[in-house]
């Protein structure tokens, strides 16, 4: 294999040689046995990870690390049982939760398969046989394959150009260059001194089209590849709004615990004069105060959510916390071209620059289309040139079939003056329009929205012939016209485009021949043709999608490359009113400030460039809205990355599945309804479970508090804080099963710290005011130590099965898992005090009255519970 480095410096022959391979590409055999040889081309192995490093992989969470921390403090303290309990708890998380997150890798791990990306590679049968290209998985490239790029594609290894047209690819993720670089085959030997990812003839593993089209030899795969080298784990990924809330209230929490310990300390100390001794119980107030089984409701509520959806309707989350983001989400931002329309294009018109029908301009970007498919050896050609292709055959014309283009006789324009004489094209020649040969592209690229094919024409060697076709505008910003004609045909192009068609301009110009390659600054003065129109059917279930979108409160809008005038009729069609539009240039003229104003309250955004998508994306994030962006484009990927949560449906192009968190596996749209309600779902059940986790340890914590000022002892011992703290916590567990009624499900679900404070605060209130009566009721039946912490013992449990059943979210019938784990809670609660292990955690059994002034207690408790909830505040 070759390393970049060796191979910039040598010829393309060169290169090849010394890979043992040609420019016909591996034979089959040659590349199983290369396969054997230097394994599977990719980045990480796609083994499911060994147990080992899955359960190491969970210590990096912050609440385990802050519980392994006052571990160590009690440790140090030679509080051994304290120091157990936390050991086990650490354990019991640990193993949950990689045993969760093993499930979700299996159930979604085949469906991915589906979705795998490919690559396009040229291979022989055997050394007699002709090259024969077709697509297989990355992961079966060898070194020494010759492979052909196009846009959207994703690198699929370390490559070296053997031919390219205008190819620009983006490779930030190696250089963190945002913008895309060109890339081609030098004509002089290459300069060694440049850096390795600068090199105009290399790629890279990493990095993916953005324009132009190319032909490579791989030259390193897998784990030799610039990119595994520069990257041993997964790459980085932008913070969702996941990482906004639920990480956000997580550190929130953990200040507050780092607090705790030094504060029961201090407390104790200052008011009763207590020593070091009451470290390990303000350590395990502290671990009490630790939601520790956050991390596995995480991955135990999102991993089911991403199961059933799986399964169910065939959406793939390649990132879990994706799917909380996805029920986060209040304005999903939509490509039109492949997701709303079919991207199945038919040919409606053709039409010169009066609006009346004229073939030449079908025939004109019939010759486009064609070299621009057999010149730039775009691996899939592009759904408008085959339309356009097939209208051609269909009319019977001269560019009916790309073999027959060289060969046949068109037939005679309708106005053929004004379409030929405009290129001042002698009468003699037309005939033998057709025998044209291909000289030169420049490929589409959606900044510039235009693409041109240069061809000869027969009998005319001295000449070259610029045909460019492209959007209405970028064409004839390139055409030699005067104003009046200018807007004819924007008028014209406006009727058309109102009737929901796409728009291509079509325009000519001769140019002398030449050698030198042409580029861009090539496409001015030209000669304007007419325009063709083409009908893009709707995406069957895209009307039905957006209503259940808006139904649940996510605001959709359009982010198009288009003409304004087809996107508001799409838009129509699908029921969104699509208000004024903004355009590209609009964009261009604001801040960041207004545009996030404006972004606000658009629905539609027509004749945008990548970057105009992604800044749109971003100014809706900075105006507080957590969004999507469901593309299939690669002049979506820019926003695809820019949004909380990325889509993409079941046919998009590589470089767009690879950006993509979720993946419609099936062709139906409505699947992304079922995605957000499945995110709410997940989002709720942890919602739940924080809030109730942490107001009821909260309320622990201020009783504690009080009781360690209002008595002569410790209110519970270190070992029964924290054995009452790992009964709650398995309990809670439940609440990844629970069910959340349809009211829940129907706003996006986002935790706000602010509302979660309050909420914490008030329960957290209530919660110590039930203990406090609890101690009044104690002082009045028990003596001693024994019996009161029994007594608080019972009473903490019981009321926190009862903050379970009370303060979930949802309101339908208790979930099977719910009824079993509040059951089981209570009844340790009131069990576990009478029997040998209660006796060895210093519990003992309690006088009958206590129980009778209990059940007043958190009667009492219920109902100030139920008037919080009936009043419906705090909501949080
Ligand atoms: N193959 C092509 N040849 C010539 N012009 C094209 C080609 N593809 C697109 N265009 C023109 O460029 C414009 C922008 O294309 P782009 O691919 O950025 O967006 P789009 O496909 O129109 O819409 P969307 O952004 O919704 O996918 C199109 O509206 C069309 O006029």
């Not at 059933?308 to 490509?335: E, N």
Request: overall charge neutral; proline content about 6%; charged content about 20%.
């Amino acid at each position: 294999m070759l390393t970049g480095v060796v191979g910039a410096g040598l010829t393309s022959l060169e290169v090849l040689r010394r890979l043992d391979a040609g420019p016909r590409g591996l034979v089959e055999d040659e590349a199983t046995r290369r396969l054997q040889r230097y394994g599977e081309n990719a980045v990480l192995p796609r083994r499911p990870a060994a147990w080992a490093w899955r359960l190491l992989g969970t210590l990096r969470d912050p609440f385990t690390a802050v519980l392994l921390g006052l571990g160590v403090v009690s440790a140090f303290a030679t509080s051994w049982s304290t120091a157990c309990v936390i050991a086990v708890l650490v354990a019991v998380s640990c193993v949950l939760r990689s045993a969760g997150e093993y499930r979700a890798d299996r159930s979604v791990a085949a469906l991915r398969d589906l979705v795998a990306t490919t690559a396009t590679v040229q291979r022989r049968a055997d050394e007699e046989s002709a090259p024969l290209v077709r697509e297989i998985p990355v992961e079966e490239l060898v070194p020494g394959d010759v492979v052909r790029l196009g846009p959207g594609d994703m690198v699929p290894a370390d490559v070296r150009l053997l031919r390219a047209d205008g190819l620009t690819v983006h490779q930030a993720a190696l250089t963190g260059e945002s913008a895309p670089v060109a890339k081609r085959v030098p004509d002089t030997p290459v300069e060694l001194a440049r850096p390795l990812f600068d090199q105009p003839h290399l790629c890279f593993a990493g990095s993916s089209v953005t324009a132009g089209t190319a032909t490579a030899v791989v030259t390193a795969t897998g784990a030799d590849t610039h990119f595994a080298s520069a990257h041993r784990g997964p790459t980085g990924r932008r913070r969702g709004a996941f990482d906004r809330s639920v990480n956000g209230i997580s550190w929130t929490l953990i200040r507050f615990m780092t607090l705790t310990a030094p504060l029961v300390l201090l407390a104790n100390t200052v008011l009763r004069g207590r020593g070091l001794e009451t470290l390990p119980f303000a350590v395990a107030v502290a671990v009490g105060l630790t939601p520790e089984m956050l991390p596995v409701i995480v991955t135990t509520a999102l991993a089911r959510g991403a199961a059933q959806l799986a399964r169910r309707v065939g959406v793939i989350v390649k990132r879990l916390p994706a799917l909380h983001d996805m029920g986060a989400v209040d304005v999903l931002c939509v490509d039109k071209t492949g997701t709303l329309t079919q991207d199945q294009l038919t040919v409606d018109c053709y039409l010169d620059t009066d609006g009346h029908t004229d073939p030449a301009v079908l025939h004109w970007a019939a010759v486009n289309s064609l070299w621009t498919i057999q010149l730039a050896d775009v691996p899939a050609p592009d759904a408008l040139d085959e339309a356009i292709l097939a209208a051609a055959k269909a009319a019977g014309g001269p560019a009916a079939d790309r073999d027959d283009l060289l060969c046949r006789t068109p037939p005679p324009p309708a106005r053929p003056e004004r379409a030929l004489s405009a290129v001042h094209e002698p009468a003699a020649a037309r005939a033998t329009l057709m025998d044209v040969g291909g000289v030169d592209v420049i490929p589409f690229d959606p900044a510039r929205r235009v693409v041109t094919a240069v061809v000869q024409r027969p009998g005319r060697p001295a000449v070259h012939t610029l045909v460019v076709k492209g959007a209405v505008e970028d064409v004839l910003d390139r055409c030699a016209i005067d104003e009046e004609t200018r807007a004819r045909v924007l008028r014209l192009a406006g009727r058309h485009a109102a009737r929901g068609l796409r728009l291509l301009a079509v325009a000519l110009a001769d140019r002398p021949a030449r050698a030198r390659p042409y580029t861009p600054a090539d496409e001015r003065g030209l000669t304007l043709l007419g325009i063709v129109g083409l009908r893009d059917e709707l995406t069957a279930t895209a009307a039905d999608a957006l209503a259940a979108l808006a139904r649940r409160g996510v605001a959709v809008k359009v982010l198009t490359g288009d003409h304004p005038g087809t996107a508001a009729r799409v838009c129509a069609e699908l029921g969104l009113t699509p208000g004024e539009i903004v355009t590209g240039d609009r964009i261009d003229a604001l801040d960041d400030a207004r545009l996030a104003q404006l972004a606000d309250t658009t629905t539609v955004f027509a004749r945008c460039t990548p970057a105009h998508k992604a800044r749109v994306v971003r100014a809706l994030r900075r105006g507080g809205h957590a969004v999507g962006f469901l593309g299939d484009g690669v002049n979506d990927v820019a926003a695809m990355h820019a949004a909380d949560v990325a889509l993409c449906p079941h046919a998009a192009v590589d470089v767009t599945r690879e950006a993509a968190d979720v993946v419609l596996a099936e062709k139906d749209l409505t699947a992304i309804d079922s995605a957000v309600a499945a995110g709410r779902h997940s989002t709720g059940n942890i919602a739940t479970y924080l809030r109730i986790a942490v107001s009821s340890n909260v309320g622990n914590v201020i009783s504690m508090l009080a009781a360690g000022v209002l008595l002569p002892f410790l209110p519970m011992l270190p070992a029964q804080v924290l054995a009452q703290n790992l009964c709650f916590d398995i309990s809670q567990l439940a609440f990844a099963y629970d069910r959340p009624d349809a009211a829940s499900v129907r706003r996006p679900s986002v935790l706000r710290p602010y509302a979660f404070s309050r909420y914490i605060t008030v329960f957290g209130l209530v919660n110590a005011a039930a203990d406090l009566a609890t101690f009044a009721v104690l002082g009045v039946f028990t003596r001693g130590q024994t019996a009161f912490h029994s007594g608080w013992f019972t009473e903490n449990l019981i009321t926190q099965a009862l903050v379970m059943l009370l303060l979930r979210t949802a309101r339908g019938p208790l979930p099977g898992a719910l009824r079993w784990a509040t059951g089981a809670l209570a009844a340790v609660g009131l069990l576990l005090p009478l029997s040998p292990l209660g006796a060895a955690l210093g519990l003992a059994a309690l006088p009958m009255a206590y129980y009778g002034c209990l059940v007043m207690v958190l009667v009492a408790y219920g109902l100030a519970l139920a008037a919080c909830r009936k009043f419906g505040w705090p909501v949080g």
